[in-house]
């Protein structure tokens, strides 16, 4: 059945625009056009993103955050790496949570507590690059701010509620 659902979509649109009698081809056309032109709008945020985890990753400020906190969170590196970088990256962290998941176990505390940390984080990096980006919002101080903070009690929640639950 889900095989069928977007090719059913697809002509119920295309239906929909013949029974109301719209010229279906030029409406596609302004509609890639658009899209080209939100494309390009987001595109310098977009590398301007990119280009900074590049940095961040490359400086080595990463491997210093996370030698500060493996002695006090007593977790294994992996797990510290996927919390530094949820806000960050979500590819890289889905790659994180793909390793853990190899080398400690789905079901085993590591894994649950990355799976509690990636469902309680976001990308926060990304989604104010791309969706402020598109709109034109400069000025993203308090966004930025109030979505670190909620990764961070996200992050914290999850140490705490998997300490409490599984160990």
Do not use: H, W
Not at 2 to 20: A, C, R, T
Request: aromatic fraction near 14%.
């Amino acid at each position: 059945m889900s095989n069928y659902i977007l090719p059913l979509m697809v002509l119920g649109i295309v239906l929909y625009g013949i029974f109301k009698k719209v010229d279906m081809y030029d409406v596609f056309i302004d509609g890639s056009k658009e899209g080209f032109k939100m494309a390009f709008t987001i595109f310098p945020n977009l590398l301007a993103m990119i280009v900074s985890v590049n940095i961040l990753i490359d400086s080595g400020f990463l491997e210093f955050v996370i030698n500060l906190l493996l002695p006090v969170l007593k977790v294994p590196i992996e797990v510290i790496s996927l919390a530094i970088m949820r806000p960050i990256s979500g590819n890289a962290t889905l790659a994180l949570l793909n390793t853990i998941y190899t080398k400690y176990g789905v079901d085993s505390f590591y894994g649950l507590l990355s799976s509690t940390i990636q469902g309680c984080t976001d990308t926060t990096f990304y989604v104010i690059a791309l969706y402020y980006g598109s709109i034109g919002i400069k000025n993203t101080r308090y966004a930025l701010k109030t979505s670190l903070l909620a990764d961070f009690v996200g992050i914290t929640a999850s140490l705490m509620i998997c300490y409490f639950l599984f160990s």
